[in-house]
């Protein structure tokens, strides 16, 4: 497939996000071309919820430093509900769907903040021909679907905004390896109908297989970046994600 990436959709220039007295993102920049997937890998604790977390405006008073720009609008500092209206979306790690309401329902709360009737029902069309099975399960609790359909359901349930930009975090987590590689060709297929992703994923091979840009956060800061392809056989990738060993023992863990 080829891969056209346009324009920067969103620009994170220098940001500095903290808990407390706890920093966790360091002097992060970086861009997401428009209609491009953009893979951000990195250990437990290395900052990557934690940066789709300040980029949606959840973490209160975030970023302490540094600038983040959607489409030429500065969003730091934005209402969480006022960044959604402006074209985006997130898929929570743990999906966090409503158990006890329908998929149907789910869905419809994924678009409640919509006001075109006639684009959230093309939307809907459009959400079923992604997930068929869906559209089989609509009176069926989500809290009842496998898995793998309620990750299905939480992706569906963020693109009935209709957003601009979708924000991942950890979609294969929990996932047998049949619907890890099912779940990737339906975030390409989005990706293919105009959506900008940013990706958050502990499978490193399979989110490079899929991306244009990838980036490495270790410690809060950006260590490594560039053309997805670029590092997928990465030897510093290998070692600062993977675990496995290039450096010399003296030089430190890595981790």
Same mark, same amino acid.
């Given at each position: ?11 994170? !220039? ?56 959607? !489409? +030429? ?88 905004? +209709? ?21 990737? !060709? ?39 970046? +560039? ?29």
């Amino acid at each position: 497939m080829d891969k056209n990436p346009g324009q920067p959709l969103l620009a994170l !220039d220098r940001v500095e996000t903290f808990y407390g007295p706890l920093q966790a993102l360091r002097g992060v920049s970086l861009t997401v071309a428009e209609g491009a997937i953009t893979a951000i890998l990195g250990n437990n604790g290395a900052g990557k919820s934690t940066l789709l977390s300040t980029i949606l405006g959840v973490l209160d008073g975030q970023p302490r430093q540094g600038s983040i720009e959607f !489409d +030429g609008l500065a969003i730091d500092g934005m209402a969480t509900e006022k960044i959604v209206r402006a074209g985006i979306s997130y898929v929570p790690e743990g999906r966090r769907l409503f158990p006890e309401l329908s998929v149907s329902q789910n869905l419809t709360v994924g678009g409640y903040i919509r006001r075109d009737r006639a684009a959230t029902r093309r939307t809907l069309e459009q959400v079923y021909e992604f997930f068929p099975l869906l559209s089989e399960r609509l009176s069926q609790p989500a809290g009842t679907l496998s898995g793998g359909e309620q990750q299905m359901l939480a992706i569906a349930r963020a693109l009935m905004n +209709g957003p601009r930009l979708l924000l991942l975090d950890e979609p294969s987590l929990g996932l047998a390896p049949i619907l890890v590689r099912q779940v990737f !060709d339906i975030i390409q297929g989005i990706r293919d109908e105009g959506v900008t992703i940013l990706l958050v994923e502990q499978n490193a091979r399979m989110a490079l297989s899929i991306a244009d840009e990838g980036l490495v956060l270790e410690n809060g800061s950006v260590v490594i970046q +560039g053309p997805a392809a670029d590092l997928i056989d990465n030897d510093e990738v290998e070692a600062l994600y993977m675990g496995v060993q290039t450096r010399s023992p003296q030089s430190g863990s890595g981790t």
